[in-house]
């Protein structure tokens, strides 16, 4: 059985050191930092908003939005495999191929270009020999590298996150729309995608913001002359210009 919390009518001095207490966390943590880079933006924006800066935002935007968009396509996927199996083979599996965001950026880059390098050197060595054309790179330092990378990183984040959206959903909708002569992906388009779009736009928004902060895998995994917003901020950071860094 659940009982109602106690409640407890505080006097105005404790009122007040209440409220200061709780609001504290919030100025230290947020307002304060972000009036100081605001101060500094706008003192130095004529150093940093250049037309590059724009190039680099425009970078970030497509990058990040790439990222998420495969990663809730992909999370969807999975989580409603698992839901469709109920094998715990298969949760196990999924399980496993969310396990990227344990691992820290450097170290995925790493195991992201290795492959795909020795893929990149196979099919040139193939070529030349057979052809006489070398291809170069093919998939290394490639946006389809960044993108890969961010995939395998930021998964578990969309596929926990739609995973907790089909839960909400009881199995008997499932039986009724079967029942009605919709097979497994009808149920998903006119059943669950409806009564789960909330969750699909937390993964979403999940995914892109991390994907826009994202800093070793983008620096490891970018082709060359290729900046985002990250990493232009990391080069001013790196040479302790921390006010032109601040916009």
């Not at 094998?87 to 999924?94: F, G, I, L, M, R």
């Not at 050197?121 to 020999?129: E, G, K, L, Q, R």
């Not at 961010?150 to 039986?175: H, I, N, Q």
């Amino acid at each position: 059985s659940y009982g109602a919390l106690p409640r407890y009518r505080l006097s105005r001095g404790m009122m007040s050191a209440t409220f200061c207490a709780c609001l504290t966390p919030v100025v230290l943590g947020f307002v304060f930092p972000a009036a100081v880079l605001a101060n500094y933006a706008l003192d130095y924006y004529q150093e940093s908003l250049t037309a590059n800066y724009l190039v680099y935002a425009g970078n970030s935007l497509a990058l990040s939005t790439l990222g998420a968009g495969l990663a809730v396509i992909f999370g969807l996927f999975l989580a409603y495999g698992v839901r469709l199996s109920g094998n715990p083979v298969v949760k196990a599996a999924a399980r496993i191929a969310s396990f990227g965001y344990a691992v820290p950026g450097a170290v995925l880059a790493v195991g992201v270009i290795i492959p795909m390098a020795r893929f990149d050197n196979a099919v040139d060595a193939f070529m030349d020999d057979t052809f006489g054309i070398s291809t170069g790179l093919l998939l290394s330092g490639t946006v389809f590298a960044v993108s890969y990378g961010y995939l395998v990183r930021f998964l578990a984040l969309s596929y926990v996150a739609v995973e907790a959206g089909l839960a909400k959903v009881t199995p008997g909708m499932d039986g009724a729309a079967r029942t009605l002569g919709e097979g497994p992906m009808g149920t998903l388009r006119r059943v669950h995608f409806p009564m789960i779009r909330g969750s699909i736009i937390t993964a979403a928004i999940l995914v892109f913001v991390d994907c826009m902060k994202e800093l070793p895998m983008t620096i490891i995994l970018r082709p060359f002359n290729f900046e985002t917003l990250a990493t232009f901020a990391h080069q001013y950071a790196s040479d302790e210009l921390l006010e032109e860094s601040a916009l």
